[in-house]
């Protein structure tokens, strides 16, 4: 039984969704939704924190700024409260109305930027913004979750372990990209190790981590308008980019077995599910998939049917798009 004291002491890091029964594809979902903040993000923020301690960065009248999509804005926002700090998160439009109450309710400020960098799009301006705080006020700390080594390495001590314990024949494993801290903890993890394990990185169309063109994106956790200061692509196998209208679809097709995941594991599954059908290991061998969190934070979005139509089309949710068993 576990008892804790600080927020972020709890996450279950072994539970996985057997994929077949629900959308016949074989495919083991590790769900990373289960802890206070929510989310995934809660493991790289907890790591850089704790670097910034360690190093004496943060002091009683530092506040923490940080520019996030919301889900380690929720994270920071807890681990400040716990342990302190104030913290001002720097998102954009595209944030969740519940995420951004989230992080209000557990006492953050929040910027929200509402124009988009004419070349960076709106990543390139939350990190402009980011600047001038800094620049304006030496109390604040920016962790810069898209360069911060603890980042990735959260994920080199944590997830991949996890997954390579539980999966010790583990043949592919997809990891969503954001920043690309999940990514490259885990492909690093079994590359340096020698594992055969193909890791395919899994992106939204419309983001130029991977080199592709910009385009607009709504599903907030995946994708950038600036490519990510942490990739490596020399650690990843293969890429696939997905239709942000396919994810959609596929995450109405998990709700459809009763299981609520957020708008990037309906992204991660579209990905993993094209990649095992189009060949690859071909549906033999152990394949597992990363979910970063659950769907409650989508509900007026991936989950709001005038959200859905007026983005992509009413198309996207007619009853054959969404097959259920
Ligand atoms: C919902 C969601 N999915 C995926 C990711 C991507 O994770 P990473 O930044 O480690 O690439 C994030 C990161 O913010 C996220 O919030």
Known sequence: ?????????????????????????????????????????????????????RRGELTADSIIVESSSGNLGVA???????????????????CNLATRRLMEALGAQVHIITEPDPENGFLGARLDHVRHLCASDDRHVWLDQHANPHNWMAHYRTTAPAIAEHFPDLDVLFVGAGTTGTLMGCARYFKERRRPVTVVAVDSVGSVT???????????????????????????DDVVHVPEAEAIRVAHRLAAGGFLFGGSTGTVVSGAMGWLA????????????????????????VYQTNWVSDIYGAHVLEHDSIRTR
């Not at 709504?218 to 942490?230: F, H």
């Not at 060949?279 to 007026?300: M, N, Q």
């Open 76 to 94: 920071l926002s807890m681990i400040a409260a716990d342990r302190g700090y104030r913290f001002l998160c720097v998102t954009d439009t595209r």
């Open 210 to 236: 991977f080199g592709g063109p910009s385009g607009p994106r709504m599903i907030p956790g995946l994708g950038t308008g600036v490519r990510p200061k942490l990739l490596d692509e020399s650690f990843v």
């Open 278 to 301: 189009g060949g690859g290991k071909g549906g033999r061998g152990t394949a597992v998939a990363i979910s970063p969190d659950l769907g409650e934070r989508y509900l007026d979005s």
């Open 1 to 53: 039984m576990p008892v804790i004291s600080a927020p972020a002491d709890f996450h279950v890091d072994d539970l996985y969704v057997d994929l077949r029964p629900i959308l016949d594809t074989p495919l083991y979902l590790k769900c990373e939704g289960f802890n206070f903040a929510g989310s995934i993000k809660l493991k790289a923020a907890a790591a850089m924190v704790d670097d910034a301690e």
